[in-house]
């Protein structure tokens, strides 16, 4: 029953990737490829493109999405983007947390809380990405980092604001690495973190989609969102070109 309820969702994570020409093109292919499938797509541009991909994708279903968004909502912090500003070009969701942003740009649990407050204030759904390294999973520390990521959150905003966001787990030892999490491996660790919401709102908990961030593949996906905690996934790579991200999306 709970699983027919959770409408599934997969969001392209553009990364610093891309130009004019070809946002352009990848979001055409991209629209045009869309079927009947009623799951629902985004895409996370980096923000200059924010504007124009907002024109193309108006009146189809492809929803647009920015890769991160500022901790404040104004004022003195040059080279921020607010949410207010996010939202006023359509921006329907932003991650929060990426390991990226975490691993190379100092987010902290703390401001990635307050980021996630700044887009729930602004009616953005944020992306919620939790996830533990290499070194964590080996010791044994996959739920502890998961859990505090999310504590971290729920502590500043109250359970309650969940009801609006999407959580993505990253495993960041399989990013780019050439290892995969199996399909045994991510579904343990979304079914943790949607028990972990539960003792909390079980409401929430049903509803919440729950992503998978591991670098998802055309080959792969299928047995990935057959799991019943995966509801879709944040991919990168694979999200460049509208074939391999469609094959993904219409593995949902």
């Known amino acids: 029953m709970g699983e027919m309820m959770r409408q599934s969702l997969v969001v392209g994570n553009w990364k610093m990737n891309g130009t004019l020409a070809s946002a352009e093109s990848l979001v055409k292919g991209i629209i045009a490829g869309l079927g009947s499938n009623t ?18 994708v108006k009146g189809s279903r492809l929803a647009l999405g920015a890769q991160n968004i500022a901790d404040k909502a104004s004022g ?45 204030a602004q009616g953005i759904i944020p992306v919620l990405c939790v996830g533990e390294t290499l070194e964590q999973r080996e010791q044994d520390q996959t739920i502890a980092v998961v859990n505090e990521q999310l504590d971290a959150v729920i502590n500043l905003t109250g359970i309650a604001a969940f009801d609006k966001a999407v959580i993505a787990y990253e495993p960041v030892w399989a990013i780019g690495t050439g290892r995969t999490a199996s399909d045994e491996q991510a579904q343990e660790v979304h079914q943790h973190i949607r028990q972990y919401i539960a003792v909390k709102d079980a409401v929430i908990a049903e509803k919440i989609q729950i992503l998978y961030g591991g670098s998802a593949k055309p080959d792969n996906a299928k047995g990935l969102f057959a799991m019943p905690d995966i509801d879709g996934g944040l991919i990168g790579g694979a999200s460049l070109e509208a074939e391999s991200f469609l094959k993904i999306y219409h593995s949902v």
Request: some cysteine.
């Open 39 to 56: 799951a629902e797509i985004a895409v996370c541009v980096p923000y200059v493109y924010i504007s124009g991909v907002s024109e193309l």
């Open 76 to 120: 003195a912090y040059t080279g921020e983007i607010s949410a207010a500003m996010l939202s006023e070009f359509g921006c329907k969701y932003a991650l929060v947390g990426h390991s990226e942003r975490r691993t190379y740009y100092g987010d902290t649990n703390e401001s990635v809380a307050a980021r996630f407050a700044q887009a729930i």
